[in-house]
């Protein structure tokens, strides 16, 4: 079992940056894929960014593609996404997720946070 808190969330002006943190507590978090997913209002959950259990591999939805860096730390059990030039269009609920597989697609993942909310105006 692995429990996940995000936090970091916020409301910010289109072009402000913010960086979104993950603890985890249980299993050990070093066995676990961790990923951003986010869901904006009225639309279904997608894929934000994940990272490889060390930390050396990460994969990026393309619409936040250089703009967002995810990365972990597994001696705190901590994993962020810092998002960058920031748009209205990121304004979603963003959720931290742990899967065993880099290859795991959404559905698939096994532990989910509770979400944190975070809000660009224009």
């Known amino acids: 079992q692995v429990q996940l808190v995000e936090s970091g969330g916020g409301l910010v002006q289109a072009g402000g940056s913010l960086r979104l943190s993950c603890a985890a507590s249980?299993?050990?978090?070093?066995?676990?894929?961790m990923g951003w997913f986010r869901q904006a209002p009225g639309k279904e959950r997608e894929f934000v960014a994940r990272?490889?259990?060390?930390?050396?591999?990460?994969d990026y939805a393309d619409s936040v593609k250089g703009r967002f860096t995810i990365s972990r730390d597994n001696a705190k059990k901590m994993v962020y996404l810092q998002m960058r030039n920031l748009k209205p269009e990121d304004t979603a609920v963003y959720y931290c997720?742990?899967?065993?597989?880099?290859?795991?697609?959404?559905?698939?993942?096994?532990?989910w946070g509770q979400g944190t909310q975070v809000t660009v105006s224009s």
């Open positions: 997720a742990a899967d065993s597989s880099f290859q795991a697609t959404m559905s698939m993942y096994d532990y």
């Open positions: 249980g299993r050990t978090f070093s066995n676990y894929v």
């Open positions: 990272v490889s259990w060390s930390g050396g591999t990460t």
